[in-house]
T-cell receptor, first 114, second 112 residues
Framework: GQQVMQIPQYQHVQEGEDFTTYCNSSTTLSNIQWYKQRPGGHPVFLIQLVKSGEVKKQKRLTFQFGEAKKNSSLHITATQTTDVGTYFC??????????????FGKGTHLIIQP | SQTIHQWPATLVQPVGSPLSLECTVEGTSNPNLYWYRQAAGRGLQLLFYSVGIGQISSEVPQNLSASRPQDRQFILSSKKLLLSDSGFYLC???????????FGEGSRLTVL
């Protein structure tokens, strides 16, 4: 079945440094989504990428979808303490397309040291 | 606007006791509904999903079950809890098959 690998598992940064998390799928994806989960909270949808090579920005966050639609990245510029949390990618494969077609990565825990 | 409610927020149950977690969605009709479990510091495991009333699909074998008695109500149950059932349970809905997920605030279950 489809697998989505996400690295790194943990990332410690100093406040103000940049952060990047990477997501790789074993199969081509129809789209990929990114979620953020604050400590003790629930995942919150950030963005969805659909097109090959797509790049989207949300303030200090930049999301990319690879040309082959098998990988994606989330880059945060100049991290702030409010960025702390776990970032998940989740990809939809082409094989099923049904309600169970979304596969989550295991997430990257971002820890920021002031 | 659409909202999702999930309860109870926290639950401590003895091994062998029953479980019932409830989730309701407001402001939309015929949503896709999901139950996920998240072990401490881990990713999200899909347990059940439903595309309509009475339609339940299970992703993993376990001693849990789900039901959808009404269009916007999703219930997660167990007759006898195991220690391994401890975790953070999240209900979610989506407007379509490939749409984004909107999660409830979660139910933290501890089985002792």
């Amino acid at each position: 079945g489809q697998q989505v690998m996400q690295i790194p598992q943990y990332q410690h940064v100093q406040e103000g440094e940049d952060f990047t998390t990477y997501c790789n799928s074993s199969t081509t994806l129809s789209n990929i989504q990114w979620y953020k989960q604050r400590p003790g909270g629930h995942p919150v949808f950030l963005i969805q990428l659909v097109k090959s090579g797509e790049v989207k920005k949300q303030k200090r966050l930049t999301f990319q979808f690879g040309e082959a639609k098998k990988n994606s990245s989330l880059h945060i510029t100049a991290t702030q303490t409010t960025d702390v949390g776990t970032y998940f990618c989740a990809g939809f494969g082409y094989s099923g397309g049904g309600a169970d077609g979304l596969t989550f990565g295991k997430g990257t825990h971002l820890i920021i040291q002031p | 606007s659409q909202t999702i409610h999930q309860w109870p927020a926290t639950l401590v149950q003895p091994v062998g006791s029953p479980l019932s977690l409830e989730c309701t969605v407001e402001g939309t009709s015929n949503p896709n509904l999901y139950w996920y479990r998240q072990a401490a510091g881990r990713g999200l495991q899909l347990l059940f999903y439903s595309v309509g009333i009475g339609q339940i699909s299970s992703e993993v074998p376990q001693n849990l079950s789900a039901s959808r008695p009404q269009d916007r109500q999703f219930i997660l149950s167990s007759k006898k809890l195991l220690l391994s059932d401890s975790g953070f349970y999240l209900c979610a809905w989506s407007p379509g098959v490939t749409g984004e997920l909107f999660f409830g605030e979660g139910s933290r279950l501890t089985v002792l």
